[in-house]
């Protein structure tokens, strides 16, 4: 695994909008900004974010993300996921967003703000013994980790908007650690270094190429994902693929798709815009011409 391992702790860069779809439409709405995470949750958090947004009264904004598979630890006065939350303002609290297999949707209206932890893929198990069974869930942090929900959000909430409001929720993090194995600690953490080897190596095309990546079993594999990750290594193979996709097409230039198609690993145009379609709800080329 050595050689896997020193992927680990990959400098993310700060700011990027990676899966986030159309995101220049985003940001004539909302501040966005993202935070490193401390090196004491090097492997397990990948970084922290925060948005603000502070819209008129008949305004309102539908951002669909197509997410990575990663946990979201928040805070804040945010709507829940979905098309049609209920009417705000949205009280103060702290959440748990579990791994999102479909297209993840938030509609802001109003004004609000929330600030998150987002897990590597891979890096929750190093606090939960099965990510799986958390999978599309959205609940008070109190159901997931010995937390107090409420004096969490108010210790995040008390510190001034940016960076420093990752303290609260790391110092909540780190010290769950503490009276965790420090075998499935370290398994989480291999989780992430194969996962990160995924998204960074478009050669990797298949579960088994991984696998001898990671120098293990495909079924070996497969249970590791399982349980730490939340969907099986294939998911995520596939999911980083259609990411590179929609980036590729939002600025809404011109695209070779059989070329981009056979660069990410599809057998050839029809599959990637199949995929892309049933995942996102829309074609690859009518994804593109919205962002004209």
């Not at 928040?74 to 709507?79: D, K």
């Not at 198990?125 to 799986?132: F, I, L, M, N």
């Not at 095309?205 to 994902?225: D, K, P, S, Y």
């Not at 999911?239 to 939002?250: H, K, S, T, W, Y």
Request: aromatic share 8%.
């Amino acid at each position: 695994m050595s050689s896997v391992q020193r992927r680990v702790g990959t400098p993310t860069p700060i700011g990027g909008t990676r899966g986030i779809l159309a995101p220049g439409r985003m940001f004539t709405v909302v501040d966005f900004d993202r935070y490193p995470a401390p090196p004491e949750l090097e492997g397990l958090i990948d970084w922290f974010w925060s948005v603000r947004w502070d819209l008129s009264d008949n305004q309102r904004h539908r951002q669909p993300v197509l997410a990575t598979p990663a946990v979201n630890i928040s805070v804040g006065v945010a709507p829940p996921p979905g098309d049609d939350p209920p009417s705000g303002p949205f009280p103060l609290a702290a959440r748990f967003n579990g791994v999102t297999t479909d297209l993840a949707v938030r509609v802001l209206s109003g004004t609000g703000w929330n600030f998150a932890a987002k897990s590597t893929v891979g890096g929750f198990g190093a606090w939960s013994d099965d990510v799986h069974a958390l999978n599309d869930t959205h609940l008070p942090v109190g159901d997931v980790l010995a937390v107090d929900d409420d004096a969490l959000a108010v210790r995040v909430a008390d510190v001034e908007f940016g960076a420093r409001r990752a303290g609260p929720i790391g110092d909540e993090l780190i010290r769950l650690l503490a009276a965790r194995p420090s075998s499935r600690i370290a398994r989480a953490r291999e989780v992430s270094a194969v996962a990160a080897a995924a998204e960074s190596d478009r050669s990797i095309r298949t579960v088994e190429e991984l696998a001898a990546l990671g120098g293990i079993t495909v079924r070996t594999l497969q249970r590791m994902f399982g349980s730490c990750a939340g969907v099986s290594p294939t998911w995520v193979i596939r999911r980083f693929r259609l990411i590179e996709a929609a980036d590729a097409v939002r600025d809404g230039g011109p695209v070779d798709w059989a070329a981009l198609a056979a660069d990410l690993g599809y057998a050839d145009q029809s599959h990637l815009t199949r995929d892309f379609t049933a995942t996102l709800g829309i074609s690859p080329a009518a994804y593109a011409a919205g962002n004209r």
